[in-house]
């Protein structure tokens, strides 16, 4: 019998050590994720006057968020751009993933895949900029429509409102739709597809009833990724959304920092993360519906 | 070469048909007809083009040339859900996000049938297989041996004039395998529907089969019923990849119409007929006669025969609890040959190193020249 077992010490069991080995992660998840959404939390049951922060637990901050108009306005409107990101990113993403996993050769497809990460090699902040300059009102799109003679004026409804916080959006998020949708199709057995055929249905109805049910996990997950994210972006409707554009984060941002709020503001970012959840958990759910066939 | 024909009128028929992928030539002129209610096999080894030949069949595939009609149709052009033929995959392609009954069901959607009726044939066509009772289940909780049948449920439910098969035993288990390989043959006969089976497995063609195409390198180099391709093969190769063969070297003469003049190193000498050069005769070329090991037999202390005997030395033996495979070298040849025998009541069992005599006759001789 060995000494350890007769006398187990600390970081010997199977369960420290496992707890020794993640614990640099897991302490700085803790300290860097953990201890500002419970601040955040906590923040918002006190509230705050000019400068003193009051930290009597209260609902005060929820019913103002509540009872103001102007902040389930901007909560709707978050949730209605990033819905439509959401779903423009999506749909342009499937066709792409769907032409990279069916028609480039097996050799191609890593190098299309790398070609399609391209963008991140920029910063998030030059690619919003350089929209803006695309979409302007003397920028690229309409310097080259009037040129070409499409149109008179300068198109206007492209910038400085919640088409340019779409448009910009779904740019930026398109990689991250096109990968989970580009996996899910790559796994799908080809013979599948054949067999589709084989029993009377077109090419149409077999994408129909196979590739795409086969491909909605990947969806669902391209879904997820565009959506959460999105909902709490400020850099791009700051920048290209003009004030017809803003999102909740703009309000959060100006609680904090312009109104001296912080309590409101934690208010909101919790009400902001509670709306997020209920739509994931309900994406989660429908995911589950096509996963149950599959292992 | 001469096949022997379909026994019933042609279901499917192929006239010079050409495939390339690229510069490879993957079939080379094959033309075959392929009777109603046949239970046809394309038989060869890997690369020799019969899944090709089977996806042409099907739609998956177009030709490069030559003509495919199917039920008196010309399938150029057809695509693969407008052509009366199913499919069951290799893989078998259960659709994992289907139960067993949606799977089963999959290509009845167009049928003009009820909901109720729709039931009800997927019932019957569960039931055919012997899967009654499993079209609640998830296509992913099924075995392997399973999957197949609702693969074959799927395509039978259709009616199709053709079954494609394409290596359907291969994924199972030995045992599995030559119990579907009845239930299968069981199966045809019921449905009476044309089977063309791919396989690379000689022993399932001549099982199954009521003929079969042997395959080599793009081109059908023998399409007889399997006695026919087990007695007469029309080439070493066929003779080789169909059951065990030996071949001795021989040098033949024709003496006239009905009778060749062979001489066997280590058999001798012996007169054949035309039947057993189905290759046809080529005099001048290198010749040799094959010969099947279970049409030979080893002569035991005391035995007596009317047969030809022949001598040799026994350089090793397998037992195989009901036979013995005997390697023995004749006098006068280089490599042994394969003999087998039953080990019956009372019969020894020969050593390594034992002299054998061994008696044959000429009718099994077959000639290649």
């Known amino acids: 019998m060995s000494e350890s077992k007769a006398l187990p010490k600390l970081g010997q069991s ?4 496992g707890y020794l080995l993640i614990a640099p992660p897991l302490l700085y998840a803790l300290a860097l994720l953990a201890v500002p959404l419970g601040a955040i939390v906590l923040f918002s049951f006190w509230s705050q006057d000019y400068l003193t922060l009051d930290h009597a637990l209260t609902l005060k901050n929820y019913r103002e968020a509540f009872s103001e108009p102007l902040y389930g306005q901007l909560l709707l409107r978050s949730l209605m751009i990033s819905g439509a990101v959401t779903v423009v990113t999506v749909l342009s993403a499937f066709p792409i993933a769907y032409f990279v996993s069916f028609h480039v050769a097996p050799g191609r497809k ?11 090699w920029t910063s998030y902040l030059i690619r919003v900029f350089l929209w803006k300059v695309i979409l302007g009102y003397n920028g690229v799109l309409n310097t080259t429509l009037q040129g070409l003679g ?7 409804f492209i910038l400085y409102n919640a088409n340019a916080v779409v448009i910009t959006l779904a740019h930026a998020f398109a990689p991250f739709a096109i990968l989970p949708i580009f996996v899910a199709l790559e796994k799908i057995d080809r013979s599948l597809l054949e067999a589709g055929r084989d029993l009377g249905e077109s090419h149409l109805m077999t994408f129909w009833r196979v590739t795409l049910p086969l491909a909605m996990p990947g969806v669902v997950a391209a879904v997820l990724i565009v959506f959460i994210p999105t909902v709490g972006d400020y850099v791009t409707p700051r920048l290209v959304g003009g004030p017809g554009g803003l999102m909740i984060a703009n309000m959060i941002q100006t609680q904090f920092l312009k109104l001296n709020n912080a309590p409101m503001g934690a208010a909101l970012a919790v009400l902001a993360m509670a709306m997020v959840t209920a739509v994931s958990i309900l994406f989660i759910l429908i995911n589950r519906r096509f996963l149950k066939g599959s292992k | 070469m001469k096949d022997t024909p379909a026994q019933s009128s042609p279901i499917i028929t192929l006239e010079n048909v050409e495939k390339y ?4 030539h993957a079939l080379r002129g094959i033309s075959a007809e392929i009777g109603q209610g046949e239970f046809f096999s394309l ?7 019969k899944t090709t030949l089977l996806r042409t069949i099907a739609g998956f595939e177009a030709l490069s040339s030559g003509r495919l009609t199917i039920d008196g149709r010309d399938m150029a052009g057809v695509p693969a859900n407008k052509r009366p033929t199913n499919m069951v995959f290799q893989s078998y392609a259960i659709f994992p996000h289907l139960s067993v009954a949606e799977n089963v069901g999959f290509g009845l959607r167009r049928a003009p049938l009820s909901k109720a009726e729709k039931a009800r044939a997927v019932g019957e066509a569960l039931e055919m297989v012997g899967l009654a009772g499993y079209g609640a289940r998830a296509a992913h909780a099924l075995s392997g041996g399973q999957r197949q049948r609702v693969a074959l ?39 009476g529907i044309t089977f063309i ?3 690379h497995d000689q022993e399932e063609a001549l099982i199954m089969s009521d003929r079969i195409a042997v395959m080599f390198e793009g081109q059908i180099a023998q399409l007889d019923a399997p006695q026919m391709l087990y007695r007469r093969p029309v080439t070493r190769q066929v003779g080789e990849f169909i059951g065990v063969m030996n071949f001795l070297p021989a040098r033949a003469t024709m003496t006239d119409q009905d009778h060749i003049e062979v001489e066997a190193s280590g058999l001798g000498r012996a007169v054949i007929g035309p039947d057993q050069v189905p290759g046809g005769f080529h005099p001048g070329q290198t010749a040799s006669v094959g010969i099947r090991p279970e049409t030979m037999s080893i002569l035991f202390a005391g035995e007596t025969t009317d047969r030809r005997v022949a001598t040799g030395i026994v350089e090793d033996r397998a037992y195989y609890g009901d036979m013995t495979y005997y390697e023995v070298r004749l006098e006068g040849v280089e ?3 394969t003999i087998s025998m039953k080990n019956l009541v009372g019969r020894p069992v020969l050593d390594r190193g034992a002299e054998a005599r061994v008696a044959w006759d000429a009718g099994s001789l077959v000639l290649f020249a």
């Open chain 1, 150 to 156: 499409f149109i008179d004026e300068p198109l206007t």
């Open chain 2, 21 to 24: 992928y690229g510069d490879y």
């Open chain 1, 110 to 120: 890593s190098m299309w895949i790398f070609l399609i990460t391209i963008p991140f």
């Open chain 1, 14 to 17: 199977e369960a420290a050590q």
């Open chain 2, 197 to 199: 089976l791919v396989t």
């Open chain 2, 153 to 191: 449920a799927r395509a039978l439910i259709l009616k199709p004039k053709v079954l494609l098969l394409d290596e359907p035993l291969s994924a199972l288990d030995k045992k599995l395998r030559e119990q579907m390989q009845l239930e299968l043959r069981r199966l045809q006969r019921q449905v």
């Open chain 2, 335 to 337: 490599r042994p040959m």
């Open chain 2, 43 to 49: 038989l060869g080894p890997s690369g020799c083009g």
